[in-house]
């Protein structure tokens, strides 16, 4: 979640929506989209050229790890296989759920 944090910070503080933003870099709007929403982890590569199309350069450094990060691990690995999975199958639901009421609500069935 933090290169789509980073790529949204970049385009909100360049003024950009995600569609000029991703003119700008040569990519469709949706990618901007699914990168931002943390449902598509972008190359390296990607993220840059995104970070420089909005205007911005990307520097690397060292830091001091994440204690919220690092409890979430910890929360994670605690639960059981059969845990992990019911979850996984719930966001799968939820996701296809919007889905499925984002194309009935286009196509003005819904």
């Not at 003024?15 to 990618?31: D, F, I, K, Q």
């Not at 450094?61 to 990060?69: I, K, M, N, Q, V």
Request: hydrophobic residues 40%; without cysteine; proline residues 4%.
């Amino acid at each position: 979640m933090a290169i789509a944090h980073l790529i949204r910070e970049a385009r909100e503080r360049a003024g950009l929506t995600r569609a000029e933003l991703a003119r700008r870099a040569g990519v469709a709007a949706s990618t901007v989209g699914r990168i931002e929403a943390g449902t598509r982890v972008p190359s390296t590569d990607l993220a840059e050229r995104l970070v420089r199309a909005a205007g911005f350069e990307v520097r690397v450094a060292l830091g001091d790890p994440d204690p919220a990060t690092d409890a979430l691990f910890e929360r994670t690995l605690r639960r059981t296989p059969a845990e992990r999975l019911a979850d996984a199958t719930r966001a799968a639901g939820f996701v296809l759920r919007g889905r499925r009421t984002m194309t009935h609500g286009s196509n003005g069935r819904g």
